[in-house]
T-cell receptor
Framework: DTEVTQTPKHLVMGMTNKKSLKCEQH?????MYWYKQKAKKPPELMFV???????INESVPSRFSPECPNSSLLNLHLHALQPEDSALYLC????????????FGPGTRLTVT | AQSVTQLGSHVSVSEGALVLLRCNYS??????LFWYVQYPNQGLQLLLK??????LVKGINGFEAEFKKSETSFHLTKPSAHMSDAAEYFC????????????FGAGTRLFVKA
């Protein structure tokens, strides 16, 4: 199984809502990533987990809160988002860090109203 | 620091014509290089990668890329474009050893005309 799954596919939320994005992989990868992608731009790294520990936080606002409950799951908790947070949120995994390709999920299209 | 430059934000070819997407990199160590493709409303998919060894790398869907150290280039080619190749293509370089980041280029949108 070389697939990364993400749910939900689409999400519309108000600025006062709390919601979560979910990502799952069963490839035994030890590194998992959250990216934000705006239209016509490359993905921007938000967070990296390595062996279930947060390794990189790219100065992401605290209204985004990542969680890695186990080696297969990655969540992104959302609270009090702003309209400019509307984007495609991509999850990815890789066997380890440098030198390994990343496997991407299909993304969650988030719209903040 | 690692960086990637993709020349041309848009490339348009006719169906059956050669596809050439250009990528130049900067790296302080021997680089690991990647090409990813993204179809509309989908995630990124790996086309091919260069780590070490053979400088001509073959990927999926008939694409290949050649690593040229002297030119710091990793251009992507396909001999004959198909309508289904229309997508966004990202060249990327891996982080320094011990890191986790992938540094992406700005992307090139490929249009294929019938």
């Amino acid at each position: 199984d070389t697939e990364v799954t993400q749910t939900p596919k689409h999400l519309v939320m108000g600025m006062t809502n709390k919601k979560s994005l979910k990502c799952e992989q069963h490839m035994g990868h030890r590194a998992m990533y959250w990216y934000k992608q705006k239209a016509k731009k490359p993905p921007e790294l938000m967070f990296v987990y390595s062996y279930e520990k947060l390794s990189i936080n790219e100065s992401v606002p605290s209204r985004f809160s990542p969680e890695c409950p186990n080696s297969s799951l990655l969540n992104l908790h959302l609270h009090a988002l702003q309209p400019e947070d509307s984007a495609l949120y991509l999850c990815a995994s890789s066997p380890q860090g440098t030198g390994y390709e990343q496997y991407f999920g299909p993304g969650t299209r988030l719209t903040v109203t | 620091a690692q960086s990637v430059t993709q020349l041309g934000s848009h490339v348009s070819v006719s169906e059956g014509a050669l596809v050439l997407l250009r990528c130049n990199y900067s790296s302080s160590v021997p680089p690991y290089l990647f090409w990813y493709v993204q179809y509309p409303n989908q995630g990124l998919q790996l086309l091919l990668k260069y780590t070490t060894g053979a400088t001509l790398v073959k990927g999926i869907n008939g694409f290949e890329a050649e690593f040229k150290k002297s030119e710091t280039s990793f251009h992507l080619t396909k001999p004959s474009a198909h309508m289904s190749d229309a997508a966004e293509y990202f060249c990327a370089v891996s982080d320094l050893p011990g890191g986790f980041k992938t540094i992406f280029g700005a992307g090139t949108r490929l249009f294929v005309k019938a």
